[in-house]
């Protein structure tokens, strides 16, 4: 799962990284870009992991599934 932030007081948006380095990334922009606000804004969440093969290996399955059916009708 990949975490990205999103300032609650401008349009800044963190890179899609961990939910920890996330929050260090919104600490050290609010102390360097609003550093009399208190911290708000939001962390998105993307369910998908931008650095694995999700989703060529939910096409695998699916083709082996195929196949098994496919061997089982015979
Ligand atoms: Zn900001």
Same mark, same amino acid.
């Given at each position: 799962?990949?975490?990205?932030?999103?300032?609650?007081?401008?349009?800044?948006?963190?890179?899609?990284?961990?939910?920890?380095?996330? &929050?260090? =990334?919104?600490?050290?922009?609010? %102390?360097?870009?609003?550093?009399?606000? #208190?911290?708000?804004?939001?962390?998105?969440?993307?369910?998908?992991?931008?650095?694995?093969? &999700?989703? =060529?290996?939910?096409?695998?399955? %699916?083709?082996?599934?195929?196949?098994? #059916?496919?061997?089982?009708?015979?």
């Amino acid at each position: 799962m990949a975490h990205r932030y999103r300032c609650g007081e401008c349009r800044f948006a963190t890179r899609w990284t961990t939910e920890s380095e996330v &929050g260090d =990334l919104a600490a050290a922009h609010y %102390a360097e870009n609003h550093p009399r606000l #208190v911290l708000g804004g939001i962390v998105e969440i993307n369910q998908k992991n931008p650095n694995s093969l &999700g989703c =060529l290996s939910m096409l695998g399955i %699916a083709f082996l599934l195929l196949v098994i #059916v496919a061997t089982c009708r015979r």
